[in-house]
Antibody
Framework: EVQLVESGGNLVQPGGSLRLSCAAS????????MNWVRQAPGKGLEWVAN????????YYVDSVKGRFTISRDNAKNSLYLQMNSLSAEDTAVYYC????????????WGQGTLVTVSS | QSALTQPASVSGSPGQSIAISCTGT?????????VSWYQHHPGKAPKLMIY???NRPSGVSDRFSGSKSGNTASLTISGLQAEDEADYYC????????????FGTGTKVTVL
């Protein structure tokens, strides 16, 4: 069964850091672009970042550029999101998602992990 | 980066057909056939319904179809059913520097 499981979400103070993880199983992880997508409370989906199969390319939405870093470990079938300088605007459920078509068709999603930034 | 524009809500009776629009620019929806659509029930993971404008993943009902004209993409749901009530989001590749993906503002579909 194709599965993605996120972890690492927590309550963190403004200015703090957090590292999210996403464990993949049931498919050849190294063959796919991977993405992080978030949804703030009461808001819509927002694409955050993606990473190429061999990590040679990484792209970010402007609002997280310079603060968030996406990475992957193909040997461990894992995707990561290092989040620094967090602010209240980063409060959201964060999903990892597989790109089935390399053109943004995200066909497999995790259940999400909640990040709350508050003092 | 600005989101793609969707109507806030669309409603229909069981058995009817509805269409959800997704309007962008020539840098995203109009310039590339990389539009996807997602169904999202609150508290659950989003589900891919359409990718590359009109391709349906295996397991998705053929009541769902996608199309594009100019800078506007559309998702049509035919034979509307109660379980189709959910939020729907479009997504498109955007040719910017650097390139990125952008979601639509989201549409709440209500089955009357």
């Amino acid at each position: 069964e194709v599965q993605l499981v996120e972890s690492g979400g927590n309550l963190v103070q403004p200015g703090g850091s957090l590292r999210l993880s996403c464990a993949a199983s049931g498919f050849t992880f190294s063959s796919y672009w991977m993405n992080w997508v978030r949804q703030a409370p009461g808001k819509g989906l927002e694409w955050v970042a993606n990473i190429k199969q061999d990590a040679s390319a990484k792209y970010y939405v402007d609002s997280v550029k310079g603060r968030f870093t996406i990475s992957r470990d193909n040997a461990k079938n894992s995707l990561y999101l290092q989040m620094n300088s967090l602010s209240a605007e980063d409060t959201a459920v964060y999903y990892c998602a597989r790109d089935t078509s390399s053109t943004g068709g995200l066909d497999c999603w995790g259940q999400g992990t909640l990040v709350t930034v508050s003092s | 980066q600005s989101a793609l524009t969707q109507p806030a809500s669309v409603s229909g009776s069981p058995g009817q057909s509805i269409a959800i629009s997704c309007t962008g620019t020539s840098s995203d929806v109009g310039g590339y056939n990389y539009v996807s659509w997602y169904q999202h029930h609150p508290g659950k993971a989003p589900k891919l319904m359409i990718y590359d404008v009109s391709n349906r993943p295996s397991g998705v009902s053929d009541r769902f179809s996608g199309s594009k004209s100019g800078n506007t993409a559309s998702l049509t749901i035919s034979g509307l059913q109660a379980e189709d009530e959910a939020d729907y989001y479009c997504n498109s590749y955007r040719d910017s520097s650097p390139p990125l993906y952008v979601f639509g503002t989201g549409t709440k579909v209500t089955v009357l």
